[in-house]
């Protein structure tokens, strides 16, 4: 990166010319003989851009002999500046001529030219190729520098050429300054400045380009509080649209990017962050969790294998929990999410899912032996096969038998009370339903917002507990944690599941980097994909224009640290 602080120098020397009137100064015009030309009742003027901007180019590393220069002495940027509009036709007068305070000093320069165009503040996207651009180091109000923008590279970017600190074509981006301005110039016919930009369409697409014919490529851009990206062509982006590693949605007519919505496409439906980016895997939306392919990028619905768990998701996406409905078959899916197979107890009652996962019910053999379950799924016990009934196997087949007389398991955990609530035994505290001491998750008070996990000898967890792939953190009571928590100084995000979240984590606008161990990332982080970012000291991701460690770094839209 380019460090341009020479702003000291500079000004320096600017006030002590117009202090002084720069009587050390001979006023020479380009024939060699004095030259005080009377200013024009009105502002009137053609101002040849190419030829300034060539003047520019050629002169900003090797400067002109035929000028005094004040590199040294306070600085030459104003000097350089004035010699490149003088070069693209600009009149000298009795103000602005050869070395007069006007013509060295940056604020007597934009007192000057004022006149002739729009004084505003500047940005990349009203830097017109041929207008002046000034810096204000410190924003004390006082422009200490200015430069020429020359045009724009590939990626959109203003490209500036200045004296000084001699530079050629140094991008915009690379400039630290607290405040900047530019006046944008009235010029006449084809070659003059006039306006930002515009978009234009032919049968390939949308595109934008500015009065210099310059066009936008490689970038994102924001028109007209709209935002758009224009590919390596410089065509508008439409539809959906693959960038540095994210998946983006255009509107296919406007070109327009989609933000913090839902969008449907192609009979797909995605979510869109507020920088524009579709979610992927798992993400909290409002009140519910919701899953993209990662490799589509596409909603989740129905019975949908993450890695090797099923999982399954409404209509709207919305991922389920506890028992559910499909096709008129019942199953359960744990405190994951995750369809359940096999022998489960669910409230303290034994159930078994077959091969799909689906409930059984009815006369079932499974691994040779025979059980009973009735209506409602709950094991019964063996069945001693006495009666004529029709028996179904958990592989869906039927045999013919005898109609059952059913035993039931003792529980050894059942209490005779048949008590339910909490009870502490061994300074340990416990679950019991009916009598019965519960484990695994446990959901209490109102509308069951109260999670809580009993191990497998029934006693209450606290503190840290990893429960399957996912770690999970109780508070002394025994309560599950949800968003924001603070342990032992530092600070953890849980899922509204209560998952530990890593990586990047997005909540509103806001970006935040959780390490390996859950902990939240502050300072300089280098990703995965080898790019720099940093995290203030709150955790979030820093965007534009920083001052870190008394530098200056410029991160983009995306928090990507400019190079």
């Not at 809580?452 to 002394?476: A, P, R």
Request: positive net charge; contains cysteine; charged residues 20%.
């Amino acid at each position: 990166d380019q460090n341009f602080d020479w702003m000291a120098e500079e000004a320096e020397y600017a006030a002590k010319a117009e202090k002084s009137g720069v009587s050390d100064v001979q006023v020479v015009s380009e024939d060699g003989s004095k030259e005080m030309m009377a200013a024009a009742a009105a502002k009137s003027y053609t101002y040849n851009v190419s030829a300034a901007i060539a003047y520019a180019d050629k002169y900003c590393i090797n400067y002109n002999s035929a000028y005094n220069s004040y590199k040294g002495r306070g600085g030459d940027c104003a000097n350089f500046v004035s010699q490149c509009l003088y070069a693209g036709g600009f009149k000298q007068d009795s103000v602005w001529y050869k070395h007069s305070v006007a013509w060295i000093n940056v604020m007597k320069q934009i007192a000057h030219f004022k006149e002739y165009g729009n004084f505003l503040n500047a940005n990349n996207g009203n830097l017109i190729k041929g207008n002046p651009i000034y810096f204000d180091w410190n924003g004390d109000g006082v422009y200490d520098h200015a430069t020429i923008c020359v045009g724009r590279n590939n990626s959109g970017t203003a490209i500036l050429d200045s004296h000084t600190r001699d530079l050629y074509h140094a991008t915009w981006t690379n400039w630290n300054f607290s405040r900047a301005a530019t006046i944008q110039l009235r010029g006449s016919g084809s070659s003059s400045s006039t306006t930002d930009g515009t978009f234009k369409t032919d049968s390939t697409g949308k595109y934008y380009v500015y009065s210099d014919g310059t066009r936008l490529k490689n970038c994102f851009k924001t028109i007209g509080g709209k935002t758009y990206y224009f590919k390596s062509n410089g065509y508008a982006a439409t539809g959906l649209t693959k960038i540095s590693g994210n998946l983006y949605i255009f509107n296919i007519y406007s070109g327009i990017m989609y933000k913090s919505t839902w969008v449907s496409y192609q009979g797909k439906k995605y979510y869109v962050g507020s920088d524009g980016a579709a979610y992927t895997e798992w993400n909290d939306i409002g009140d519910h969790t919701y899953y993209f392919d990662p490799e589509t990028y596409g909603m989740a619905r129905g019975f949908y294998r993450v890695k090797t768990k099923l999982h399954y998701f409404n209509s709207r996406g919305e991922e389920q929990f506890g028992w559910i409905t499909v096709s008129g078959k019942k199953y359960y899916l744990d405190e994951w999410g995750v369809v359940q197979f096999g022998w489960e107890t669910v409230g303290g009652k034994k159930y078994y899912f077959d091969e799909k996962g689906a409930m059984v019910t009815g006369i079932v053999k499974i691994d040779g032996v025979i059980y009973s379950f009735d209506k409602s799924g709950v094991c019964k016990g063996k069945d001693k096969g006495t009666g004529s009934v029709t028996r179904t196997f958990a592989n869906g087949k039927e045999i013919a038998s005898k109609k059952t007389t059913t035993s039931t398991t003792t529980n050894s955990t059942t209490k005779k009370t048949g008590k339910t609530g909490w009870e502490k035994s061994g300074g340990k505290w416990r679950y019991y339903k009916n009598g019965v001491l519960q484990k695994g998750w446990l959901r209490l008070g109102k509308n069951n917002k109260r999670t809580f996990y009993l191990g497998t000898n029934g006693v209450m967890v606290t503190g840290w507990k990893k429960i399957g792939e996912y770690k999970y953190y109780f508070d002394s009571e025994g309560v599950m944690k949800q968003g924001w928590v603070k342990i032992s100084s530092n600070w953890y995000y849980f899922a509204k599941n209560g998952r530990m979240k890593t990586g990047w984590l997005k909540l509103g606008n806001r970006y935040f980097y959780l390490q390996k161990n859950g902990k939240m990332k502050t300072g300089w982080l280098k990703d995965t994909d080898g790019k720099w970012y940093y995290l203030n000291y709150e955790g979030v991701m820093v965007t534009g224009r920083q001052v870190i460690g008394g530098k200056v770094y410029y991160f983009n839209n995306m928090g990507d640290l400019r190079e």
